[in-house]
């Protein structure tokens, strides 16, 4: 079946009544009369969506009455795993594929991440499609949001000013991703000039804000990934001035000055870094997630000098984790591309 576009805002949304894990039945019909966010879930895994869901379900829970949300579930287990670990969810979540993700289909978004905000007449007033990464703390949200203002008289009407409020604080939540090199403006940024793969990007940027962030949803370079956020998994590794560090626990206004090189950066004149080309070889991957971080990994281990045997690859390598378990592929590719990679400029 030809897949339909995503339903436009000013459009009526689409009814729906499914059923969340428990049996309990929700329709946009019980929601006449309130604002509600309809979170609707991809349908591969992506270890950041129950950081979103607890962003969002924060934000949620410090909103004025009259303001709603459900999430909807067209995906598979894995999705609903990552969801269920939150168990202070504060709204329903229903599953649609039950129901052969009648509704996802309906609001035109199969198997894509997305929000509506639709207003208590049932029209679609805001909409997101995809998803770059949460960013500002639930505080920030708020404040950005005119929550912190909301006992001061308004002049718009209290409909309008739920709507305003929801698709604000959505919006920030799921910041679009920014073209190659664009700036972000922000109130409380400082100009920040990083040298990025060989080109400088100039910055609006908080100090608190981490350069993966900065990288991801300043930058628009999306290629490095955020896992655990914590510094554990590796999946945010970088290189910086050749040497490899977990973007997510640096700040980015103190990379100024330094060569910062990304996955975006590795290949050179349309030609894959050899240990791009290895991991593809040896199939150094299955979802894919924690692969940039991977390879940028193995470049530099390589040119550590750890990578001389499958014990040295093993416990050089072993800050970045893998969740599909490719290590025998990586390994193999790491040493593969040995020869190659000691022949490259490592930034
Ligand atoms: Fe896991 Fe940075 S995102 S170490
Ligand atoms: Fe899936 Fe590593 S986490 S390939």
Redesign the pocket.
């Known amino acids: 079946m030809r897949s339909k576009s995503p339903l436009e805002v000013g459009h009526p949304a689409p009814d729906f009544k499914l059923t969340d894990e428990h049996g309990r039945c929700a329709s946009l019909n019980d929601y006449r009369g309130q604002t509600l966010v309809v979170a609707f879930c991809p349908d591969y895994w992506d270890p950041a969506l129950p950081l979103r869901l607890a962003q969002l379900n924060e934000v949620l829970g410090r909103l004025p009455a009259g303001f709603e949300a459900v999430g909807i579930s067209h995906a598979g287990v894995m999705v609903d795993l990552d969801f269920g670990t939150y168990g202070c969810v504060r709204f329903p979540f229903l599953q649609d594929r039950s129901s052969n993700d009648v509704v996802s289909r309906a609001f035109g978004v199969k198997g894509q991440e997305a929000l509506f905000v639709i207003d208590g007449a049932g029209i679609i007033r805001w909409r997101q499609i995809g998803f770059s990464g949460p960013q500002l703390t639930v505080d920030e949200l708020i404040q950005s949001a005119g929550l912190d203002k909301r006992d001061e008289p308004h002049s718009i009407s209290r409909r309008d000013f739920l709507v305003t409020v929801a698709a604000v604080a959505v919006a920030l939540t799921l910041l679009p991703r920014q073209a190659k090199g664009t700036v972000q403006e922000s109130p409380k940024g400082l100009p920040v000039a990083l040298d990025i793969n060989g080109s400088r990007h100039t910055l609006n940027i908080e100090p608190n804000v981490t350069l993966l962030d900065a990288l991801r949803e300043r930058a628009g370079l999306t290629g490095t990934k955020k ?1 655990c956020d914590h510094g554990q998994c590796g ?1 945010c590794t970088v290189l910086i001035d050749g040497r490899r560090v977990n973007s997510c626990l640096l700040l980015a206004t103190m990379q100024q000055g330094k060569r910062i090189t990304t996955i975006e950066g590795l290949a050179h004149e349309g030609e894959l870094h050899p240990m791009q080309e290895a991991f593809i070889k040896h199939d ?8 940039p971080g ?1 390879i940028l990994s193995a470049v530099a281990c390589v040119h550590e000098g750890h990578a001389s045997n499958d014990d040295q690859i093993q416990a050089w390598m072993s800050g970045n ?6 290590y025998v592929g ?1 390994r193999e590719a790491i040493k593969d591309a040995r020869a190659k990679t000691l022949k490259e400029s490592i930034v």
């Open positions: 896992g999946a150094g991957l299955q979802c894919g997630y924690c692969t991977q984790i893998c969740r599909c378990g490719a990586i």
